[in-house]
Structure formats: structure tokens, C-alpha cells
């Protein structure tokens, strides 16, 4: 009830019930109230999954176990009683947390022009487009996120502007800050290339939507 009443996205309320669903599974036979460090310890450790997954069930587990605290069902978290050689442990190896790649001059030339080249090239058997042209050159330009790219819209891009911005607003924002950010003269020509300038600027009908086209791109541009 906490968190429906919070302002978490869909997505992220959808997150969490999912995983408090399985602690309550895993752990829901026996009292808050009896439940050890080492037992919680040696469930974390077991989850079998990647180093984020387990971080996110051990913040999730740690979130549900404040609220008992508060509720005065439990009298002490006992994660915090964790050491850090345990919550090291927890975590595991971070072998899923690489820097992320960085694309040279020459690349990101590629990259975007192949978003102009396929913008509306028919995608899929629906007859969609790509529509990326947009979302890769605020990414690109003015490191626009892309869960907010997701989310964005045309209007938010002032291209008319003595000085062009792109306003990401409180409802879409990572940290739910309103942010103005500065686009310099090669976004707003790349920008202006894009026929259509209504409406979300890319689109993303269900939760991978996106990512499936943007995933086909540098095999467009020609990279390996």
C-alpha cells in the first residue's frame, strides 16, 4: 500500500511486487520476527542470479524489513547487522557491470546516419518504422537517458529557441527533477532532418519495443 501510494512508475511498482512476491514465497514460513541474519544471509547468496538482481532483491527485502521495523513487528533490521565482508559476498562477482562501450567519431557518424538512412524504412511485419533518427541524435548530442528518450515528446524540444533545449519534466525524469538540457548546433540539424516533429519523438509500445529496433541499428551502420 506504501509504495502504491508513492510515486514510483508503473514499471517500477510492477518491479517491486514482483520481487517482495517471491521473499514471500522463499521466506514467508515463518514470522518477521524470527527471521536471522545468517538465514537471510544464506538466501541472498543462494539466488542463483546476477549481481544486480541480487542487489535489487537484497534493497527490496531491506525496504520490506524498515516498514516491519517501523510497524514495531520487528525490533531490529536484522541487515544491518551484515558485515561487509558479507554484503560483498551477497553481491558476488560484478562480472555484469562493464563500462559501457564508447563509440569513436567515425562510429557515431555511422551510427546516426544509418538512423537517418532507415528512419522510415518499415520495421517489423506491422509496417512501423524505425523512428530512431531522434532518440540517437539527443542521445548522442545531449545525453538524453534512454528511459527518458522513451517518454519524450516533441514538444519538450524546443528547436525554435535562440538557444535550442530539450526539457526533460519531473514525470519523466530519472530523479524525478525538471531538467533543461542544452542542444548544440549538430543536434538541431539532425533534429530538423526529421519529417514529422508530433507527438512522442520515438515510439514504444511495449516495454522492449524500443530496444528491439535500436538493437538492429549498428548492424544497419555495419558494425560487427
Partial sequence: GVKR?????????????SRAGRICRDLGGELVRDLTKD??????????LSFRSKVNYRNVLGE??????????????????????????????E?????????????????IEAARRYDREPYGKDGR??????PVALGLFAGVRTEELKRLTWEAVRLDDEQPYVEISARIAKKRRIRHVQL???????????PERVGPITENLHASDYQKRFRKLPLLAGFK
Fill in 5 to 17: 501510494r508513492s510515486q514510483l512508475r508503473e514499471r517500477s511498482l510492477k518491479d517491486f511486487k
Fill in 184 to 194: 548544440p548546433a549538430n543536434a538541431v540539424a539532425w533534429l530538423l532532418l526529421c
Fill in 64 to 93: 520490506i524489513l524498515r516498514h516491519a521495523v517501523g510497524k514495531k513487528w520487528l525490533l531490529k533490521n536484522p541487515l544491518e547487522e551484515l558485515t561487509k565482508h558479507e554484503r560483498n559476498a551477497i553481491r558476488g562477482m
Fill in 129 to 134: 518504422c524505425y523512428n530512431l533518427l531522434a
Fill in 39 to 48: 538465514e537471510l544471509f544464506e538466501w541472498l547468496t543462494t539466488l542463483g
Fill in 95 to 111: 562480472t555484469d557491470t562493464s563500462e559501457p562501450g564508447i563509440l569513436s567519431p567515425g562510429e557515431a557518424a555511422r551510427l
